[in-house]
């Protein structure tokens, strides 16, 4: 198997003294084998997140972070994609050692989702009621052991996400809610089984500013109540910054930064980093006429990967080392990790 | 000076229709009495919630949809209710960039066939010239003579919209409306698309709309910002008059929801009440009370208009 094997720089990292580990994730490669080759989606990523804390995975789209999400639920779709190597070690087990029937006994009962489009996520046939009543059926019996019981935790749960009259909304079908009233559902339902790990996935991309900080509020609410760790994947900086404590930026399948959230926005390493936080628009007055900073060029499609450092083309601080070499892992400071070779020898 | 486009009393509303024989259960009011000016070599910010009606609004202003009441000049002509060659000289001064930038472009035709059409269309030269001036605009908004023969597939996002751009300027149009023109690209490649666009409105004086969700955006681009609720503008001013005093509970509603890129401890923004309704609002009063944390007995009974609360700076609410 070839893993990379730069765990000597990565060891005690984000998660502070303290916190136990809930997941760990150690070289993990995600391919895709496509008639035009072979994809590296995610391309050896190490992350830790501690129990009770919310890590967010930002980065742009194509940059793989939807891929490492769907690759620890084991959910990649098995042709055209394949986990090709690496760990993902949550509460001690290896997750890619186990077999289906286990996997699916995890899946939505120890960890699930909440996926993006949440029109598009409910089955359009069945009453919302009965979608989360399935859940519990399926993954808790001793919770519910007939349909009628379980419809009444689903009614709780949807008090729970603030719908309000949940005994008649449970009779209600998908397309009778709207956008941020079916984002809340999804919630019900993935927080139906009291899990101990949820994976949002752009969880308020399609919903308007207003409903996000609606949904930011009850996921942040929910996860003290039932003390469960948060995987954020979005690409917004700005939810980043208010409900994460750590955070990962990806770019081109790797983790080009892994650090706190305080570290992170006051102190940002990675060239892309920085270039990401400058090309954010921000709410001041009298900005018209500013230029917006931006990164210069694309994301490189998988046919073109640069040699070297896949960002080196775009990056302001490029040096030679940066085009023949791919970079390793480097700890500035103590938790806070860097993949440029800027901070070699720090 | 002149407006360059009016608009006044603006109105479009469209039918509900439900069960199995699609009988008529309500309206919605998608535009519900506008007045908004455009000055020359302005940009308007028209910045709202989904299903406020702002894209309806643009889509009244192209004449892609027919207004059920108001007015709509343009340059000093009325151009409500015209039609046939009228409506086609109209279009020249008015062009559009929609939002998708992979649903706009059609997939069959090369990048040089789309930004020539329109000018094959309006008959604005010869073969020859429309050729050369492809190329011109091709390399105005940032492509290289080589994309010229590819297909819409073989780009990304941020290309594509400048594809889209090129071909919205190619009849050198005074007024371009933009559908959130930024709002499907990565980060990166929006403040590419927004620097590009303040570029070419200086190179070119245009005109523009530009519609948003994002205030933070519109910021960066517009001179006036005008803020919609349930197909009215409920408040309209200088940008910067937005950003630092907003007099409109709902614009205070909106810039608080905006996450800030800093971590800050203990800042959760303030909320709102219940969810934007998309139903008719056919009842009197205040279209925002239900959500608002400030309403009095005036909100419940009048329907707040747009005045003028200090130069340049329009509320409808009765609290400022």
């Given at each position: 198997?070839?893993?990379?094997h730069?765990?000597?720089?990565?060891?005690?990292?984000?998660?502070?003294?303290g916190?136990r580990?809930i997941l760990e994730?150690?070289?993990l490669?995600?391919r895709?084998?496509t008639?035009e080759?072979?994809?590296?989606a995610?391309d050896?990523?190490?992350?830790?997140?501690?129990?009770?804390?919310?890590?967010?995975?930002?980065?742009?789209?194509?940059?793989?972070?939807?891929?490492?999400?769907?690759?620890?639920?084991r959910?990649?779709?098995?042709?055209?994609?394949r986990?090709v190597?690496?760990?993902?070690?949550?509460q001690?087990?290896?997750?890619?050692?186990?077999?289906?029937?286990?996997?699916?006994?995890i899946?939505?009962?120890?960890?699930?989702m909440?996926?993006?489009?949440?029109?598009?996520?409910l089955?359009?046939?069945?009453?919302i009621?009965?979608?989360?009543a399935?859940?519990?059926?399926?993954?808790?019996?001793?919770?519910?052991?007939?349909?009628?019981?379980?419809?009444?935790?689903?009614?709780?749960?949807?008090?729970?996400?603030?719908?309000s009259?949940?005994?008649?909304?449970?009779?209600?079908?998908?397309?009778?809610?709207?956008?941020?009233?079916?984002?809340?559902v999804?919630?019900?339902?993935?927080?139906?089984?009291?899990?101990?790990l949820?994976?949002?996935?752009?969880?308020?991309?399609?919903?308007?500013?207003?409903?996000q900080?609606?949904i930011?509020?009850?996921?942040?609410?929910?996860?003290?109540?039932?003390?469960?760790?948060?995987?954020?994947?979005?690409?917004?900086?700005?939810v980043?910054?208010?409900?994460?404590?750590?955070?990962?930026?990806?770019?081109t399948?790797?983790?080009?930064?892994?650090?706190?959230?305080?570290?992170?926005?006051?102190?940002?390493?990675?060239?892309?980093?920085?270039?990401?936080?400058?090309?954010?628009?921000?709410?001041s007055?009298?900005s018209?006429?500013?230029?917006?900073?931006?990164?210069p060029?694309?994301?490189?499609?998988?046919?073109?990967?640069p040699?070297?450092?896949?960002?080196?083309?775009?990056?302001?601080?490029?040096?030679?080392?940066?085009?023949?070499?791919?970079?390793?892992?480097?700890?500035?400071?103590?938790?806070?990790?860097?993949?440029?070779?800027?901070?070699a020898?720090? | 000076m002149?407006?360059?486009?009016?608009v006044?009393?603006?109105?479009?509303?469209?039918?509900?229709?439900?069960?199995?024989?699609?009988?008529?259960s309500?309206?919605?009011?998608?535009?519900?009495g506008?007045?908004?000016d455009?000055?020359?070599?302005?940009?308007v910010?028209?910045?709202?919630?989904?299903?406020?009606?702002?894209?309806?609004?643009g889509?009244?202003?192209?004449?892609?949809?027919?207004?059920?009441?108001g007015?709509?000049?343009?340059?000093?002509?009325?151009?409500t209710?015209?039609?046939?060659?009228?409506?086609?000289?109209?279009?020249?001064?008015?062009?559009?960039?929609?939002?998708?930038?992979?649903g706009?472009?059609?997939?069959r035709?090369?990048?040089?066939?789309?930004?020539?059409?329109p000018?094959?269309?309006?008959?604005?030269?010869?073969?020859?010239?429309?050729?050369?001036?492809?190329?011109?605009?091709?390399?105005?908004?940032?492509?290289?003579?080589?994309?010229?023969?590819?297909?819409?597939?073989?780009f990304?996002?941020?290309?594509r919209?400048?594809?889209?751009?090129?071909?919205?300027?190619?009849?050198?149009?005074?007024?371009v409306i933009?559908d959130?023109?930024?709002?499907?690209?990565?980060?990166?490649?929006?403040?590419?698309?927004?620097?590009?666009?303040?570029?070419?409105q200086?190179?070119?004086?245009?005109t523009?709309?530009?519609?948003?969700?994002?205030?933070?955006?519109?910021?960066?681009?517009?001179?006036?910002?005008?803020?919609?609720?349930?197909?009215?503008?409920?408040?309209?001013?200088?940008?910067?008059?937005?950003f630092?005093?907003?007099?409109?509970?709902?614009?205070?509603?909106?810039?608080?929801?905006?996450?800030?890129v800093?971590?800050?401890?203990?800042?959760?923004?303030?909320?709102?009440?219940?969810?934007?309704?998309?139903e008719?609002?056919?009842?009197?009063?205040?279209?925002?009370?239900?959500?608002?944390?400030?309403?009095?007995?005036?909100c419940?009974?009048?329907k707040?208009?747009?005045?003028e609360?200090?130069?340049g700076?329009?509320?409808?609410?009765?609290?400022?």
């Amino acid at each position: 198997m070839n893993t990379p094997h730069h765990a000597a720089e990565t060891s005690g990292q984000a998660v502070p003294a303290g916190a136990r580990t809930i997941l760990e994730i150690r070289g993990l490669q995600t391919r895709f084998f496509t008639p035009e080759g072979e994809v590296k989606a995610v391309d050896g990523v190490d992350l830790t997140l501690g129990e009770r804390h919310t890590l967010g995975i930002v980065g742009e789209s194509g940059c793989g972070k939807t891929v490492l999400a769907l690759s620890i639920l084991r959910l990649v779709p098995e042709p055209p994609g394949r986990i090709v190597g690496g760990s993902i070690l949550f509460q001690g087990i290896d997750l890619l050692s186990l077999d289906g029937e286990s996997m699916r006994s995890i899946r939505g009962n120890k960890i699930s989702m909440i996926f993006q489009e949440p029109m598009t996520s409910l089955n359009p046939v069945f009453t919302i009621g009965s979608q989360i009543a399935e859940v519990i059926l399926l993954h808790q019996r001793e919770r519910a052991a007939h349909f009628r019981e379980a419809l009444s935790v689903a009614e709780d749960m949807l008090r729970m996400v603030g719908i309000s009259q949940p005994e008649k909304r449970i009779h209600d079908y998908p397309h009778q809610l709207s956008g941020g009233m079916c984002q809340r559902v999804m919630i019900a339902m993935a927080m139906a089984c009291r899990p101990d790990l949820l994976i949002a996935d752009e969880p308020t991309t399609a919903l308007d500013v207003t409903t996000q900080a609606q949904i930011l509020g009850l996921m942040s609410g929910l996860k003290e109540e039932i003390g469960t760790s948060v995987i954020l994947v979005t690409h917004d900086l700005g939810v980043v910054a208010q409900v994460c404590q750590d955070v990962a930026v990806m770019y081109t399948g790797h983790v080009v930064e892994h650090s706190s959230a305080e570290s992170l926005f006051s102190d940002p390493l990675h060239p892309y980093t920085k270039g990401l936080m400058r090309s954010v628009p921000r709410l001041s007055a009298g900005s018209r006429g500013e230029r917006l900073y931006a990164i210069p060029g694309a994301v490189p499609t998988p046919r073109d990967m640069p040699q070297g450092c896949t960002f080196h083309p775009r990056c302001p601080e490029v040096m030679d080392i940066c085009r023949r070499e791919c970079p390793k892992d480097f700890d500035p400071y103590p938790g806070h990790r860097v993949r440029c070779w800027r901070y070699a020898g720090t | 000076m002149n407006p360059l486009l009016s608009v006044r009393g603006l109105m479009k509303s469209y039918v509900i229709r439900s069960g199995a024989f699609g009988r008529s259960s309500g309206q919605i009011h998608a535009v519900d009495g506008v007045d908004l000016d455009l000055m020359p070599n302005e940009t308007v910010g028209l910045v709202g919630e989904s299903g406020c009606g702002k894209t309806t609004l643009g889509k009244l202003i192209l004449r892609l949809e027919k207004p059920d009441q108001g007015k709509i000049v343009f340059d000093g002509e009325d151009i409500t209710h015209a039609t046939g060659e009228t409506l086609k000289r109209v279009r020249r001064g008015m062009q559009v960039v929609f939002q998708d930038p992979f649903g706009s472009l059609n997939p069959r035709k090369r990048v040089r066939t789309i930004i020539e059409e329109p000018m094959v269309v309006h008959r604005t030269g010869s073969g020859r010239e429309i050729r050369e001036r492809a190329g011109e605009l091709a390399e105005m908004v940032g492509l290289s003579p080589d994309m010229m023969k590819r297909y819409p597939h073989e780009f990304s996002g941020g290309q594509r919209q400048r594809i889209c751009i090129a071909r919205a300027l190619a009849i050198n149009p005074r007024i371009v409306i933009c559908d959130e023109p930024v709002s499907a690209l990565d980060v990166s490649i929006q403040a590419q698309v927004i620097n590009l666009l303040t570029d070419l409105q200086d190179r070119l004086h245009l005109t523009y709309l530009f519609i948003s969700h994002d205030l933070a955006v519109v910021g960066y681009l517009s001179h006036r910002t005008a803020v919609m609720y349930r197909g009215r503008i409920v408040e309209l001013a200088p940008t910067g008059a937005i950003f630092t005093e907003p007099l409109h509970p709902y614009t205070r509603c909106l810039m608080d929801a905006v996450p800030e890129v800093s971590v800050k401890a203990g800042s959760p923004g303030r909320m709102l009440k219940g969810s934007v309704s998309r139903e008719a609002s056919s009842v009197p009063g205040c279209a925002f009370r239900d959500s608002c944390s400030m309403g009095t007995d005036e909100c419940l009974g009048t329907k707040p208009v747009l005045r003028e609360i200090s130069e340049g700076h329009f509320v409808a609410c009765h609290l400022s």
